[in-house]
């Protein structure tokens, strides 16, 4: 079911500063911004091989990636498992018995249909599946 890892979350208070730390210091390139007003979020893309790092800063004191840096600090908040199909996903998943943030799919940054598994399902790892058509 899962394809690859499409790209890895990471919570941050200042998205250029922290752009500046992967392009100077690592070498990657970001590929774009987004702001996602669903999800209170603005997005960095910086692929590295055949994933992706996804930079996410708040966009109001009350969305979900404020809240995560309140409790937690800046750091890895998820991680994207590319799928095929997003709802024969999360319909297995069920199955499972694997607890679902989302029952259906949402509009997630770059286009992508995503939905995210609970993390008291999944060993502690905020989980999110991810489909892309492309």
Same mark, same amino acid.
């Given at each position: 079911?899962?394809?690859?890892?499409?790209?890895?979350?990471?919570? /941050?208070?200042?998205?250029?500063?922290?752009?500046?730390?992967?392009?100077?210091?690592?070498?990657?390139?970001?590929?774009?911004? $987004?702001?996602?007003?669903?999800?209170?979020?603005?997005?960095?893309?910086?692929?590295?091989?055949?994933?992706?790092?996804?930079?996410?800063?708040?966009?109001? *004191?009350?969305? *979900?990636?404020?809240?995560? !840096? $309140?409790?937690?600090?800046?750091? /890895?908040?998820?991680?994207?498992f590319r799928v095929d199909? !997003?709802?024969?996903?999360?319909? $297995?998943?069920?199955?499972?018995?694997?607890?679902?943030?989302?029952?259906? *799919?949402?509009?997630?940054?770059?286009?992508?249909?995503?939905?995210?598994?609970?993390?008291?399902?999944?060993?502690?790892?905020?989980?999110?599946?991810?489909?892309?058509?492309?």
């Amino acid at each position: 079911m899962v394809r690859k890892v499409d790209h890895i979350g990471v919570a /941050v208070s200042n998205l250029e500063e922290s752009i500046k730390f992967y392009e100077e210091v690592l070498g990657l390139k970001c590929q774009g911004t $987004e702001v996602v007003e669903e999800q209170k979020v603005k997005v960095a893309f910086l692929p590295i091989g055949d994933t992706e790092i996804e930079l996410l800063e708040a966009t109001e *004191p009350d969305s *979900p990636i404020a809240k995560f !840096i $309140e409790k937690k600090g800046q750091g /890895v908040q998820h991680i994207a498992f590319r799928v095929d199909d !997003i709802e024969k996903a999360l319909e $297995e998943m069920r199955s499972l018995g694997i607890k679902l943030i989302d029952e259906k *799919p949402r509009y997630g940054a770059g286009g992508a249909r995503i939905a995210f598994l609970h993390p008291k399902s999944t060993n502690g790892l905020l989980v999110e599946l991810c489909e892309r058509k492309g």
